[in-house]
């Protein structure tokens, strides 16, 4: 079964830092591009950043330019989103999926809920 | 950026009715035009890709339509499962957009 599995939200204190995982399941994890889009509470769906297959590319949404980064270990089959300087408007469901701009977003995790608050 | 400007923002429909959504992009995307279903408390599931293809496992009832700047998706005798949020979704660009969301509701 295909299936990626989002981990590592939590509580945080503005301006702390979390890293988010995405572990990849069922398919061939090193042949496709991975993205995180992200949803805030009662708010629609917001493109955060995606990665190549290979790793190198990477592409950013501007708002999130220089606190978050975006890696990926083929050998563990997983994606990581790095997020720093964490304000209250970072506080929503990360949501990772198969997919960018080579082929559709067609498989998505169940998300992972990052809350920032003092 | 490409925008996406989804109408209406709420459809308000019966059982067995047909839904049509619509999605208009501010510049051209091909067909690169997907749309998404999201039920409450449930991570997006893609229904619709390259703007009339259907995804794995999704039921006929559901088509897409259009390119270039304006989409469609039609939604043939609305099933209880189907009264949720569809997204359409832009690839053709970075950075990747969404449009705003269309509530479908039982009337």
């Known amino acids: 079964e295909v299936q990626l599995v989002e981990s590592g939200g939590d509580l945080i204190q503005p301006g702390g830092s979390l890293r988010l995982s995405c572990a990849a399941s069922?398919?061939?994890?090193?042949?496709?591009?991975m993205t995180w889009v992200r949803q805030a509470p009662g708010k629609g769906l917001e493109w955060v950043s995606s990665?190549?297959?290979?790793?190198?590319?990477?592409y950013y949404a501007d708002f999130v330019k220089g606190q978050f980064t975006i890696s990926r270990d083929n050998s563990k089959n997983t994606a990581y989103l790095q997020m720093n300087s964490l304000t209250a408007e970072d506080t929503a469901i990360y949501y990772c999926a198969r997919g960018a701009m080579s082929t559709t977003m067609d498989v998505w995790g169940k998300g992972t809920t990052v809350t920032v608050s003092a | 950026e490409i925008v996406l400007t989804q109408s209406p923002a709420t459809l308000s429909l019966s059982p067995g009715e047909r839904a049509t959504l619509s999605c208009r992009a501010s510049q051209s995307v091909s067909s690169y035009l997907a749309w998404y279903q999201q039920r409450p408390g449930q991570a997006p599931r893609l229904l619709i890709y390259d703007a009339s293809k259907r995804a794995t496992g999704i039921p006929g009832r559901f088509s897409g339509s259009g390119s270039g700047t304006d989409f469609a998706l039609t939604i043939n005798s609305l099933e209880p499962e189907d009264f949720a949020v569809y997204y359409c979704h832009q690839r053709n660009s970075w950075p990747l957009t969404f449009g705003g969301g269309t509530k479908v509701e039982i009337k």
């Open positions: 069922g398919f061939t994890y090193n042949n496709y591009a």
């Open positions: 990665i190549g297959s290979a790793g190198v590319s990477k």
